[in-house]
């Protein structure tokens, strides 16, 4: 990893988390966090989805006030849906879990995509929904900042709009998208952005570019808080972490899965390391793991492993 020279502010630390499973029992919950606390993880992950392919889904917001009050680990929200919910309420839950959980909130917020009934059925029109976002994001920072907002629109009217208190500690908001709207969007309205399956190289071309939007849109000095959600197969060899990977990936978004295979890892958790290494390099700065699997304490000491082979470099 290399320091920066050039003026800007600098980079945080490196995080690693691990997304929890989608079918996890709540009864669960509170020994599945309290483990990942013990293992030195730096936060939980959850996701967000409203009505995904089946119906499947859950609220990202919800499970975040649920993982908060339950545990003491931060919580990454990776990625919430902005586009389909009005910005006003949005702000009114961040200002609400930021004053029970001051700066133990990351949001990373996306369009979707995978799903355009899902959008659909939200009254959202899937063309639509890049514009919509770009309306949202920059109405939930000026509510953020704890000012009224006045803002006409094509998606939203809002007249001195005031959301307080603000949060103590600001709340990052993290672009998801691989877009050139997307990276566009991250540089003037986020404080990072979220890539997946993408390679290293691009990775880095990603940050580079994002850097120089901002200082276009002057915005040089952002502590930018970019991160990498990968799924991984942490198994007893690469041949069993594959097997695991391949069923969650497979079911999870009804495609082969090696449509995505060349940027989902499997292995050891030496393997990963080395191949989540040159992302960190990159730029990246959290983490998430998404590792499915049955045996949750064994994926558990594996991503802490990673976790330490990557700090340790």
Same mark, same amino acid.
């Given at each position: ?36 606390? /013990?293992?030195?993880?730096? *936060?939980?992950?959850?996701?967000? *989805? ?10 990202? #917001? ?5 993982? #908060? ?11 919430? #849906? #902005? ?7 949005? &702000? ?58 006045? *803002? ?28 050139? &709207? ?10 990072? %952005?979220?890539?997946?399956?993408? /390679? ?25 808080? *970019? ?18 990977? &391949? ?9 082969? +899965?090696?449509? +995505?295979?060349? %940027?989902?890892?499997?292995? /050891? ?34 991503? &802490? ?9």
């Amino acid at each position: 990893m290399t320091d920066r020279t050039d003026g800007r502010a600098a980079a945080p630390p490196l995080r690693v988390g691990l997304m929890r499973q989608p079918d996890e029992p709540a009864g669960c919950r509170a020994r599945d966090l309290a483990a990942l606390a /013990s293992a030195g993880l730096d *936060h939980v992950v959850t996701a967000d *989805h409203v009505s995904f392919r089946v119906g499947a889904g859950r609220d990202g #917001l919800i499970d975040a006030a649920s993982l #908060l009050a339950t545990g003491d680990l931060p919580v990454y929200v990776g990625l919430y #849906l #902005l586009a389909l919910r009005h910005p006003v309420l949005v &702000a009114r839950q961040l200002s609400t879990l930021a004053e029970g959980a001051p700066d133990r909130l990351v949001l990373g917020v996306g369009v979707g995509g995978e799903d355009r009934h899902e959008v659909e059925v939200c009254g959202v029109d899937p063309r639509t929904r890049g514009r919509r976002m770009d309306e949202c994001l920059s109405v939930l920072r000026a509510l953020l900042a704890g000012g009224p907002v006045t *803002h006409q629109g094509r998606f939203f009217d809002l007249d001195q709009a005031l959301v307080l208190p603000a949060p103590s500690a600001p709340v990052p908001l993290v672009v998801g998208g691989r877009s050139d &709207a997307a990276l566009v969007r991250a540089a003037r309205l986020g404080d990072g %952005w979220l890539g997946i399956w993408v /390679s290293a190289r691009r990775y880095a071309e990603v940050v580079s570019r994002i850097a120089d939007l901002a200082d276009e849109a002057g915005r040089p000095d952002v502590a930018w808080r *970019h991160g990498l959600n990968v799924w991984c197969g942490l198994g007893a060899d690469r041949a069993d972490g594959r097997k695991h990977l &391949a069923a969650g990936m497979s079911a999870m978004y009804g495609l082969p +899965f090696e449509a +995505f295979e060349r %940027w989902s890892p499997s292995g /050891s958790a030496e393997e990963v390391a080395d191949f989540l290494a040159p992302y960190v390099d990159a730029g990246a700065r959290d983490l998430n793991l998404i590792c499915p699997g049955p045996d949750r304490a064994a994926i558990l000491t594996r991503v &802490a492993e990673v976790r330490r082979l990557l700090l340790d470099r």
